[in-house]
């Protein structure tokens, strides 16, 4: 008999009822230190009193009137955005997923406006951009599409660092080329700044749109407000979602007013997107993390726990490989299975998060604080003991 839930998720064997901080609480009493902060949403940890204020202030005057009528917050984030960023006009979503379908929209309602058959996009294996139709065309690994065709058609996959391929593929039926700076869910791969510079350099060369996914290594999770400005480039169009809400279920579309000059009226909408709670909640976050020294406190976070864990990858060759990512987005390359290292993870009290490639993801608040990073490591290096135990 199906359980009233879909069961399209293998869920751990934990249910959590609070949480402060980078702590949750299960259940049964049990205190566990969170690396995972929800897949890299609660970029403030949980219950942050001012997400908690700015979430009860508005919802004690105004939930929803939906995008028929104006709304403050929704502006207030918008401008800020606009303001933070290379945008001149941003469109709010409920999540990842829903803005790769708008920036798919708009890439090819660009080209449509100019006359030119324009719709491929070039994409990258490794890659995750929701589970909507044009996300998991998009990203075209089996895993994602079997059993899901007909797929959208038009994306071209390439192998992730092939620039021969990269170059072959280019023609005047491309409409843009779609990346992650980290690839997140693909096992914390970053794109070299080199490379990330030479695929600008190569859509300005060929009148190529650049979409950048920012949904998971935006939002201050690299140390700058987003990880392409590493690079020293700007997209044209920019995914958002995840930490922009802080655990509220907000995303975001970001682009050039050139760029964004087909999407008129009717032309795309949410019911939900935007709405008063969000975007009160996202304004606040945004405040927050976009404060240059909270964005050079993530550096200095980033590189204290990156060094703990080039300690524990030294201390214990036989279960890790290395470390790799960018700021507190960190992924620990196993040896062991992955799986069993985010399960010892659970009996030591830290949580952490599979990825591809064997990889454990490191995904902790971006205010985490320092004692929790030694405490945290702490319980890795003890699950690592375990482990080593166990297979000795």
């Known amino acids: 008999m199906i359980a009233s839930i879909l069961p399209t998720y293998s869920r751990a064997p934990l249910t959590f009822t609070s949480g402060a901080g980078s702590w949750l609480t299960e259940a049964d009493g049990r205190r566990f230190l969170d690396l995972g902060a929800g897949i890299a949403v609660n970029a403030l940890g949980h219950a942050h009193p001012a997400l908690v204020e700015a979430l009860n202030t508005q919802a004690s005057a105004l939930w929803h009137v939906s995008n028929l009528y104006n709304i403050p917050a929704q502006q207030q984030l918008a401008d800020a955005l606009v303001d933070k960023t290379f945008a001149d006009t941003v469109f709010f979503t409920n999540s990842g997923t829903e803005a790769c379908e708008l920036a798919v929209k708009m890439a090819r309602k660009y080209w449509f406006d100019k006359g030119e058959d324009r719709t491929e996009i070039i994409t990258f294996t490794g ?56 690839q997140g869910e693909g096992g914390i791969r970053p794109l070299p700044d080199a490379c990330l510079k030479g695929l600008r350099d190569l859509c300005d ?45 907000l995303g975001a579309v970001l ?62 060759p036989d279960i ?19 799986a069993d290292v985010v399960a010892a993870g659970f009996a030591q009290g830290v949580l952490t998060v599979p990825a591809a490639d064997n990889v454990v993801r490191i995904l902790p608040a971006l205010n985490i604080e320092d004692a929790d990073i030694g405490a945290a490591v702490d319980k890795l290096d003890a699950a690592a003991l375990q482990l080593r135990r166990d297979h000795a």
Request: with cysteine.
């Open 127 to 182: 890659s995750f951009h929701g589970r909507s139709s044009a996300g998991i065309a998009a990203a075209g690994s089996e895993k994602m599409t079997k059993g899901f065709g007909p797929l959208l058609p038009g994306f071209t996959h390439l192998e992730f660092g092939d620039h021969d391929a990269l170059n072959a593929a280019v023609s005047d039926k491309i409409a843009a080329i779609l990346v992650e700076p980290v």
């Open 205 to 249: 060369q060929h009148n190529i749109l650049l979409i950048l996914d920012e949904v998971q290594c935006g939002m201050g999770r690299t140390g700058k407000l987003f990880a392409h400005e590493w690079a020293g480039i700007t997209p044209d169009i920019m995914m958002v979602a995840k930490g922009i809400g802080g655990g509220f279920p």
């Open 255 to 316: 682009a050039t007013e050139e760029v964004a000059s087909g999407m008129t009226a009717g032309t795309h909408g949410s019911t939900y997107g935007g709405n008063p709670l969000a975007c009160a909640v996202g304004a606040k976050v945004m405040e927050i993390v976009s404060d240059d020294a909270f964005l050079a406190d993530v550096s200095r976070k980033g590189a204290l726990i990156r060094q703990r864990l080039e300690g524990l990858v030294a201390s214990y």
């Open 320 to 338: 890790f490989e290395h470390v790799r990512g960018a700021g507190l987005m960190l992924g620990l390359k196993c040896k062991a299975p992955n």
